[in-house]
């Protein structure tokens, strides 16, 4: 294949030679000036997409090292999408009285090479099963676009049916290649010149992926487990119940991570390896398993962000855990936490918390968390919540659409009490009343996002639903007093995330949606409204960024919080940085937010959906990104005819049109 060339027009060539003096002893002290694409014939890649990959736009002072490196990145990014036959020159004039270099590319980008036929070789011996789930699911096809990204996730795809198959030596062919050697194997063919002059052929490639190690099956063998100074006397039958995989099966991959996965849940472990060992003649791996041991006791204070009913608190916390709780890989912790939002919005609280690692089979957790908690709700209001959650985890598996379920029983007794004030704030008196709710709830959940913190690719999923009171209508035959509310609460939870960098995790769009429902019924008078502990509520960092916490909602009083929601998002994220400067970290970010809470599904309406629209910053650190946010109300539903946009009364904006928001981690 012809290999792209770069050229420098002979106009830029007599002015570099001209001023060598002056621009390169002073390189460092001249500004990078306009950058810009003229494009000759096509504009398939867009402007956008190609300064993303740059360095010359992120970098104040022009450098011609940096210039030539982005031709390079620019020919390899046309290239790496099948652009083979790029052409890229480079204009360069220096403004002497703004010192300053302003760069023009030029590019011909000519055609894109669309892919012909796919040849899987190497194949032809493996059990119709095995074939069927190889060509059942291919990422590329006949009249793709090449695509270099493609073509390697389609290779590790198809290595690693293989190799969850027995086949533990499946590799692509690493001796023939052809075009590029990245490509480990890949075989890239253009056809022939005389070819192409056939339509059907033209500007056409053929990519042919060879497969070795596909003849002989391999299995499991001997299983040696070692665990590192055994200071307490760690059981080895707790490592061998986590191991995914038995002596005699086939050799899977898969199930290599997922031991490691399953050691990972228990405290006492700080690492949990597993690799091959020894290959025998007869085609059975060894094991070995190596455990590392964590200290059995731990004292961690805590200070932290979180966000609660919408409420932005700063939070500290000292836990006590013991990691090896009377054997089995049991965890036993005691937390005291303080929670502080504002004067009259706070809390503390003490947590119990028993985790139980393997319960029947090792896919199933239990967690049993009793807690106290008191609360300042607001101003004239304060409660003590006692609460008992028995929380079991089941791990489905990472090829089913739901990768986890858990079911939670809750039973709490709150103890609310009531400041009744006059309109200027005197004490009349104080209402006491308790009640109890219990809840029974199955949460289900996909997630196949890439990361925990900042995901830039896949999907985040849940769907629960939840039924309240009907343990305490049993209590009431013992207790006839006793208050409790009674509904159904469903609701489900979306992210999407999609990186526009190249797979450089730099330009990312989130995009996220959530509705929810609380529906009452029953009467009697026991019965009692859902307490505002477990409804919805509007504005906030992770609401509506225009509004402030609990500040908006089609409600008599937002505060309170509705049994409806409805809220969507969209976010563009972005690091203007290049990877070696130290604000590396720091992300821009553009969002419009959605949405309302009312009373109930019965009083949603389309025209009291609010928007709002604004822009923020993120800093990456090791707890998380770092998050300030300045949204506006761009439709409010609730304010004055000819005052619902935001640019219907300029002088309000920053009086009651604006929010600023704080908080760690992304909004979503």
């Given at each position: 294949m012809k290999k792209s060339q770069t050229y420098f027009y002979l106009p830029a060539a007599i002015l570099v030679l001209l001023l060598t003096g002056s621009l390169f002893s002073q390189a460092d002290k001249t500004e990078t000036g306009d950058i810009t694409f003229e494009y000759k014939k096509t504009e398939i890649i867009q402007e956008a997409s190609l300064l993303d990959i740059m360095l010359l736009p992120r970098e104040k002072y022009f450098n011609r090292v940096n210039l030539e490196e982005d031709i390079g990145r620019l020919n390899k990014y046309y290239f790496d999408n099948?652009?083979?036959?790029?052409?890229?020159?480079?204009?360069?004039?220096?403004?002497?009285?703004?010192?300053?270099?302003?760069?023009?590319?030029?590019?011909?980008?000519?055609?894109?090479?669309?892919?012909?036929?796919?040849?899987?070789?190497?194949?032809?011996?493996?059990?119709?099963?095995?074939?069927s789930s190889v060509y059942s699911s291919q990422l590329i096809e006949p009249g793709n676009p090449y695509n270099k990204n493609k073509i390697s996730q389609e290779r590790d795809r198809i290595i690693g049916i293989l190799q969850n198959n027995g086949y533990y030596?499946?590799?692509?062919?690493?001796?023939?290649?052809?075009?590029?050697?990245?490509?480990?194997?890949?075989i890239i063919g253009k056809f022939s010149d005389e070819m192409q002059k056939n339509p059907e052929y033209k500007?056409?490639?053929l990519v042919r992926l060879r497969f070795i190690g596909t003849k002989e099956v391999y299995r499991f063998g001997k299983i040696n487990i070692d665990i590192e100074k055994n200071k307490y006397d760690i059981s080895k039958d707790i490592i061998t119940r986590e191991i995914a995989f038995k002596e005699g099966e086939i050799f899977n991959r898969s199930k290599l991570i997922e031991t490691e996965r399953n050691f990972s849940k228990l405290a006492i472990i700080q690492l949990g390896r597993v690799v091959e060992d020894t290959i025998l003649p007869d085609r059975t791996i060894e094991m070995n398993v190596n455990i590392t041991i964590n200290n059995k006791y731990e004292l961690t204070p805590s200070i932290y962000t979180s966000y609660q009913s919408n409420r932005l608190f700063l939070?500290?916390?000292?836990?006590?855990?013991?990691?090896?709780?009377?054997?089995?890989?049991?965890?036993?912790?005691?937390?005291?936490?303080?929670?502080?939002?504002?004067?009259?919005?706070?809390?503390?609280?003490?947590?119990?918390?028993?985790?139980?690692?393997?319960?029947f089979n090792r896919n199933i957790t239990a967690t049993l968390s009793p807690e106290i908690a008191f609360l300042n709700i607001n101003k004239n209001t304060s409660a003590v919540v006692f609460r008992n959650l028995l929380r079991l985890s089941y791990y489905i598996?990472?090829?089913?659409?739901?990768?986890?379920?858990?079911?939670?029983?809750?039973?709490?007794y709150v103890n609310l009490n009531l400041k009744i004030t006059d309109e200027q704030e005197n004490e009349l008196g104080n209402f006491k009343f308790y009640f109890v709710n219990s809840i029974i709830g199955l949460n289900l959940v996909h997630n196949n996002t890439n990361s925990l913190f900042n995901p830039s690719k896949g999907f985040y999923h849940t769907i629960s639903a939840e039924s309240a009171g009907a343990l305490p209508r049993l209590l009431t035959l013992v207790n006839s007093s006793l208050l409790y509310s009674q509904y159904v609460?469903?609701?489900?939870?979306?992210?999407?995330?999609?990186?526009?960098?190249?797979?450089?995790?730099?330009?990312?769009?989130?995009?996220?949606?959530?509705?929810?429902?609380?529906?009452?019924?029953?009467?009697?008078?026991?019965?009692?409204?859902?307490?505002?502990?477990?409804?919805?509520?509007?504005?906030?960092g992770?609401?509506?960024?225009?509004?402030?916490?609990?500040?908006?909602?089609?409600?008599?009083?937002?505060?309170?919080?509705?049994?409806?929601?409805?809220?969507g998002s969209v976010e563009w994220r972005r690091k203007p940085f290049p990877q070696r400067s130290f604000l590396y970290p720091l992300w821009g970010v553009l969002f419009f937010d959605y949405g309302n809470v009312w009373e109930s599904d019965r009083f949603f309406r389309m025209d009291q959906i609010a928007l709002a629209a604004g822009f923020g910053?993120?800093?990456?650190?090791?707890?998380?990104?770092?998050r300030i946010d300045l949204g506006f109300k761009l439709y409010d539903p609730l304010a004055p005819d000819g005052d619902k946009w935001l640019w219907q009364q300029p002088g309000n904006i920053f009086k009651s049109k604006y929010a600023i928001q704080f908080g760690l981690g992304n909004a979503y």
């Open positions: 099948g652009f083979f036959d790029v052409a890229i020159d480079t204009v360069t004039s220096y403004d002497k009285d703004d010192n300053e270099t302003d760069i023009k590319f030029i590019i011909i980008e000519n055609s894109q090479y669309l892919i012909k036929e796919i040849r899987y070789q190497g194949l032809d011996s493996l059990p119709p099963s095995i074939k030596y499946a590799q692509i062919d690493t001796i023939r290649s052809r075009i590029d050697s990245s490509r480990r194997g890949i500007n056409k490639v939070g500290a916390n000292l836990e006590y855990k013991d990691k090896y709780f009377f054997g089995g890989g049991r965890t036993f912790s005691i937390t005291t936490e303080g929670l502080y939002n504002s004067r009259y919005i706070n809390g503390a609280s003490i947590n119990f918390s028993l985790f139980q690692p393997f319960l598996a990472d090829y089913t659409f739901y990768n986890n379920a858990y079911s939670d029983l809750t039973f709490d609460k469903l609701s489900t939870v979306n992210s999407f995330y999609f990186d526009i960098s190249d797979d450089r995790a730099s330009s990312i769009v989130a995009t996220h949606f959530e509705i929810g429902d609380i529906i009452e019924y029953g009467s009697g008078e026991n019965i009692v409204a859902v307490d505002k502990l477990y409804k919805f509520f509007m504005g906030g992770n609401s509506i960024r225009g509004w402030g916490a609990q500040k908006g909602g089609i409600l008599d009083n937002p505060e309170e919080g509705g049994k409806f929601l409805l809220f910053v993120r800093y990456d650190s090791f707890v998380g990104p770092i």
